[in-house]
């Protein structure tokens, strides 16, 4: 049955793709310098403006950290793509491992290393939740703050045989999602445009600037954190 499912999954993901390929045109025709030679314009033609790291406010971004402007800003709906990427991958790998059951080897874990599980779990929750609420304003953001966090989960396996991952990081992960759309929707609703940042991006350079971005971050954090999680507990259950 389960052989059965898989292919009727992949030969569902070859119709879906050959469909959406006969739609794109044709190679040559495609105007793909349109969005870039909008930003280009405007950025030349715009109104010169002094920016100040914390002082300067109501910026179009508001966002100090320029990469994040473009990941979960202008192209926010290809990070969303991104993350529906790393489900779909959750999702085989607990399609394929499930019913397999965690083996155990009898054996405690080395001391050394179950002491300084507990002495650097806490540092590293803490750390990997920094870097995604931190990642409007310094190198950071959801992806790697929540597989720091999963990393975590990897330790906890590893320092003890007896630990299994809670229910609760599945409704974490879907609930983090849903309201990653919800975001979008109400982007739309306000601003005309999918994902738009609809907030007052308030003062470059502070903690609550940037309007939707650092929310959208803490919610790809929490969502890749609990998907990575979920994958090492279906690889760990294998043995």
């Known amino acids: 049955m389960r052989r059965f499912f898989s292919v009727l999954i992949v030969l569902g993901l070859i119709l879906f793709l050959s469909n959406s390929l006969s739609i794109l045109p044709k190679y040559g025709q495609a105007k793909i310098s349109k969005v870039s030679d909008a930003y280009i314009n405007k950025s030349v033609n715009s109104e010169k403006r002094e920016v100040k790291f914390g002082e300067t406010k109501d910026l179009e971004d508001g966002a100090a950290n320029v990469v994040t402007s473009i990941v979960v800003d202008y192209r926010s709906f290809d990070t969303l793509g991104e993350v529906t ?23 405690m874990p080395n001391f050394v290393l179950r002491v300084s599980v507990g002495i650097l779990l806490p540092l590293i929750l803490l750390f990997g939740t920094y870097v995604f609420i931190h990642g409007h304003l310094t190198p ?18 590893l320092s003890n045989e007896e630990f299994s991952l809670s229910k609760t990081s599945k409704f974490i992960e879907g609930f983090a999602g849903s309201l990653y759309v919800i975001l979008g929707l109400i982007g739309l609703a306000v601003g005309g445009v999918f994902l738009v940042n609809f907030l007052p991006t308030g003062v470059i350079g502070t903690l609550f600037s940037a309007g ?15 998907e990575l999680s979920g994958v090492i507990a279906d690889m760990y259950r294998e043995g």
Do not use: E, Q
Not at 140 to 154: C, D, E, N, Q, R
């Open 212 to 226: 939707i971005i650092p929310i959208v971050y803490i919610l790809i954090g929490f969502k890749v954190g609990a």
């Open 140 to 157: 950071g953001g959801g992806f790697p703050g929540g597989t720091i966090i999963a990393v975590g989960i990897l330790l906890l396996y």
């Open 85 to 107: 990427v790393l489900f779909t991958s959750a999702l085989g790998v607990g399609f394929v491992l499930h019913g397999i059951r965690r083996k155990k080897y009898g054996r």
